[in-house]
């Protein structure tokens, strides 16, 4: 879809009234009554045209497409931000749902990564990079405007617009790059009210990514972050709240301790340790969760 399209249809949207365009002598029906149900049906019409629009995607769950490097940063410590582009004509688009992932294949060795930012023609990935990893021999070796292959997405979480009052995103390492294009899209839908609260673990702060994108989320009303560090420093970033801890079971225990089994859907990303000790702790205590692994 053209971005031109995207703003048309945006621009259709039901201005939402202010307070002072109700009377509040309890009128039938209300001036707030009709914006919400207008804006279901623009809802409903969006939809449809975006589906009209918007055209194949370029990714396939069968077949590895062709993209070219156009970036490679630093993110943290070990990690780095990669950033592919399609390579075909000017129709080509990228469609892809927060918390999925992809294959990407380089030489004869394919792992499965999960993109932090995407647009119709672009990817960024937060990749980890291994002493002795033969993907992350790869990786270091790589050049601008180099090919690789990447083929899905895939990945089977829905997320549906107020379902709870708090979404828990418990994540270690780079398991951020699951959950953290969740969190983007809740903050920035006006009509959400669920509140995301993230609990990221690592090492130390050198070792955070990510690290402006977070400080700029903590602009939303909605949204907290907790950054657990196992090494024991001074460390700040603006808006969020850095506690030296590990982000063990026991400390998990503590957390769900604030929350409502009935309101609140943890997610959960990391080794498949933390994944399976996290999972067993949400199963005892009746948590709704789902695990990217």
């Given at each position: 879809?053209t ?25 039938n029906p209300?001036?707030?009554d ?8 623009w809802?409903e ?6 589906n ?6 370029y990714l396939?769950?069968?077949k ?20 592919i ?5 000017e129709r ?8 999925q ?6 030489n004869s060795?394919?792992k499965p ?8 023609k672009k990817i960024k990935f937060?990749?980890?990079?291994y002493?002795d ?20 997405p ?11 009052q ?8 780079t398991?951020?790059?699951?959950v953290?294009?969740?969190?983007v899209?809740?903050?920035k ?5 669920t509140?995301?609260?993230m609990?990221?673990?690592f ?7 990510l690290?402006e ?5 903590t ?11 196992n090494e024991k ?21 503590s ?10 859907l943890i997610l959960?990303?990391g ?6 000790i996290?999972?067993?702790?949400m199963i005892?205590r009746?948590f709704?969760?789902y695990?990217?692994?």
């Amino acid at each position: 879809m053209t971005t031109q399209s995207h703003d048309k249809i945006e621009s259709d949207r039901p201005q939402t009234p202010s307070q002072e365009d109700c009377c509040g002598n309890s009128c039938n029906p209300c001036i707030f009554d009709v914006h919400q149900k207008l804006l279901k049906e623009w809802e409903e019409k969006k939809n449809c045209k975006f589906n009209e629009l918007r055209g194949e995607n370029y990714l396939s769950l069968i077949k590895y497409k062709k993209f070219v490097v156009k970036s490679i940063v630093e993110a943290s410590e070990n990690c780095i931000y990669l950033e592919i582009k399609c390579v075909p004509d000017e129709r080509c688009r990228l469609f892809l749902t927060p918390g999925q992932h992809v294959m990407i294949r380089l030489n004869s060795t394919s792992k499965p990564y999960t993109p932090i930012t995407w647009d119709d023609k672009k990817i960024k990935f937060l990749i980890k990079l291994y002493e002795d990893g033969i993907a992350s021999d790869c990786f270091k070796k790589l050049k601008i405007e180099e090919e690789l292959f990447v083929r899905g997405p895939y990945g089977d979480f829905i997320y549906n617009r107020n379902c709870y009052q708090y979404v828990v995103m418990l994540s270690i390492g780079t398991g951020i790059a699951a959950v953290y294009p969740i969190a983007v899209s809740i903050c920035k839908d006006e009509l959400e009210d669920t509140r995301v609260h993230m609990f990221m673990g690592f090492r130390s702060i050198s070792h955070v990514p990510l690290k402006e994108e977070l400080r700029t989320l903590t602009d939303y009303w909605n949204f907290e972050c907790t950054l657990c560090l196992n090494e024991k420093m001074d460390a700040s970033i603006s808006g969020v709240t850095v506690v030296n801890k590990y982000l063990k079971e026991d400390y998990i225990q503590s957390l769900m301790d604030s929350y409502s089994k009935e309101t609140t859907l943890i997610l959960i990303c990391g080794t498949p340790e933390f994944n399976k000790i996290t999972k067993e702790v949400m199963i005892k205590r009746e948590f709704k969760h789902y695990v990217f692994s």
